[in-house]
């Protein structure tokens, strides 16, 4: 299998031409050869490359990848450095973003409901007029630390922020992995208890606490690691090949 071949595969369960996004998604950068072994992991970095080429990897698929709009208009500085260094381990690179995360079995936003055993999952929160998130209820209403106790075992952060202007006992969920703060005004707007995000920052605080809403927040990584591992089981289980997750377990 070539690197087009898997791209062509990817694209067509991604449904890659129905989010609009600043990342150029799909194939990055090609490379020589047969495919015979992928990597998955969140970011295109050099220590992400160096990994997958420690695995034997020939093609890397990312939910970060380096080409962000115009980004790649000069190749110096870090692109050049990041490009070097994939071409010269014969490394392909495809991206994947708000794919993978609206897409309703394999993205960060439906893993993550699934890993809470959310009931009755809807997409929710629009973004730039698109569902990129996944709302649900819990089986039985639980307190905000118990819920809290929930998303750490499930998503296994390092740290967690939570701001608590919610009621005490939480069962309609809100989820979008990343960084989205406005998630918490869609909560509000949908009557949920809590929402669940990976970033805190100043936004989602004056949100939360003028919109009487939990919010729990479990890392930018953290909760974006559901989403390329899944689409790795998937591709073991579609082609011939050895398909494997790099994690860095990193806390932000």
Known sequence: ????????????????????DVSNNGLQLENRGEIL?????VDASIETFEAAAMRGA???????????GSSLARITGLNYRLLECAMRLNLAVYAAHLPLDAHPKLGNNAQLAKGLNLLDVRPFMDYHGQKIGFAG??????????????????????????????????QQVGIC????????????????DAYLCGEANLVAYNLAKQLNVNAFFAGHYA???FGV????????????????????????
């Not at 299998?1 to 791209?7: I, K, P, S």
């Not at 072994?37 to 992991?41: H, L, P």
């Not at 992995?177 to 949920?192: C, D, K, M, Q, Y």
């Open 1 to 20: 299998m070539t690197c087009h071949e898997l791209a062509a595969l990817l694209d067509a369960e991604l449904r890659l031409g129905a989010y609009k």
């Open 37 to 41: 072994s992928v990597a998955t992991a």
């Open 58 to 68: 020939q093609f890397l698929i990312v939910h970060h990848g380096f080409s962000w």
């Open 137 to 170: 209820r819990l089986e039985t209403p639980l307190s905000r630390d118990a819920f809290a106790d929930l998303v750490m075992r499930v998503v296994r952060p390092e740290r967690m922020e939570r701001f608590d202007y919610g009621p005490e006992w939480i």
């Open 177 to 192: 992995s990343g960084g989205a703060p406005e998630g918490v005004e869609s909560a509000a707007t949908e009557g949920l």
């Open 223 to 225: 909760t974006e690691r």
């Open 229 to 252: 591992r899944a689409l790795g089981e998937w591709l073991a289980e579609k082609a011939p090949l050895d398909v494997s997750f790099i994690d860095f377990n990193l806390p932000y």
